[in-house]
C-alpha cells in the first residue's frame, strides 16, 4: 500500500448532473477526511469518518453532498446536481487515532472537477 | 473567518540561503500544528508538525518553531535547495478538525 488514492483524477460535467468520487485510504488508518480546495486556498475540511461512522460536517456541505464509508476502508463523495460553484480540487486525507491522539494527515492527489 | 493566515503568499530565496516560511493562528484551543508541501497536480505532503508543548521541531533541514503567546509559527529551510519549491501549507489541529491556511508559493532560485 503506497499512499492514498482518489479516483477519478479528473471530472468534467455538466451542471445538473450528479458526480461521485472514491477514495481508498491507507489500509490501517481508521480515519478518513473530505476537503474541498480552489483556487489560492487552502483545503477546507468538508467532513470527516472514523471508521464507517461519520463523525463531523462541515457547514460548507450543503444537503447536495453526500459522503459514505460503508465498510470503513474506502468513501465515496457524491454531490448531487452540480452547480458551477462546485468546480473545484476535491481532496481525500487518511490518518490513524491511537490512544485518543490522531496521526497524521496523508493526502491523496485530488479529484479535480470541473462544471461546465 | 480564516483562523489560520499565511499573509505572505510568495517568497524567493536564493538556492543555499535560508527560508522562513510564517503562519498565524487565532484559535489559541489549537494543539496540533504541521507543515504541507504541494506541488502542482498533486496533494500536499506531510513535511514536518509540532505539539503545542513543543516549541521547536526539527527533522533534517527544516525546523518549525511555535510561538504560543504570539500564535504564531514558522518554518525553516536551510539550506535552501530548487527543489524545495513548492506551495507550503500550514495547519492547525482542535481535536479532530484541521484547519489550513492560504498557501505560500517558495521559489528557490538556483
Known amino acids: 500500500d503506497t499512499g492514498v488514492s482518489q479516483d477519478p483524477r479528473h471530472k468534467i460535467t455538466k451542471r445538473g448532473q450528479n458526480v461521485t468520487f472514491r477514495c481508498d485510504p491507507i489500509?490501517?488508518?481508521?480515519?478518513l477526511y473530505w476537503y474541498r480546495q480552489t483556487l489560492g486556498q487552502g483545503p477546507e475540511f468538508l467532513t470527516y469518518?472514523?471508521?464507517?461512522?461519520?463523525?463531523?460536517k462541515s457547514r460548507l456541505l450543503s444537503d447536495r453532498f453526500s459522503a459514505e464509508r460503508p465498510k470503513g476502508s474506502f468513501s465515496t463523495l457524491e454531490i448531487q446536481r452540480t452547480e458551477q460553484g462546485d468546480s473545484a480540487m476535491y481532496l481525500c486525507?487518511?490518518?490513524?487515532?491511537?490512544?485518543?491522539?490522531?496521526?497524521?494527515?496523508?493526502f491523496g492527489p485530488g479529484t479535480r472537477l470541473t462544471v461546465l | 473567518d480564516q483562523q489560520v493566515k499565511q499573509n505572505s503568499p510568495s517568497l524567493s530565496v536564493q538556492e543555499g540561503r535560508i527560508s522562513i516560511l510564517n503562519c498565524d493562528y487565532t484559535?489559541?484551543?489549537?494543539?496540533?500544528f504541521l507543515w504541507y508541501k504541494k506541488y502542482p497536480a498533486e496533494g500536499p505532503t506531510f513535511l514536518i508538525s509540532?505539539?503545542?508543548?513543543?516549541d521547536k521541531n526539527e527533522d533534517g533541514r527544516f525546523t518549525v518553531f511555535l510561538n504560543k503567546s504570539a500564535k504564531h509559527l514558522s518554518l525553516h529551510i536551510v539550506p535552501s535547495q530548487p527543489g524545495d519549491s513548492a506551495v507550503y501549507f500550514c495547519?492547525?489541529?482542535?481535536?479532530?478538525?484541521?484547519?489550513f491556511g492560504t498557501g505560500t508559493s517558495l521559489t528557490v532560485i538556483p
Open positions: 486525507a487518511s490518518s490513524q487515532l491511537a490512544g485518543g491522539i490522531t496521526d497524521t494527515q496523508y
Open positions: 489500509s490501517e488508518h481508521n480515519r
Open positions: 469518518f472514523q471508521n464507517e461512522a461519520q463523525l463531523e
Open positions: 484559535n489559541s484551543m489549537f494543539d496540533y
Open positions: 509540532i505539539s503545542s508543548i513543543k
Open positions: 495547519a492547525a489541529s482542535e481535536v479532530d478538525q484541521f484547519y
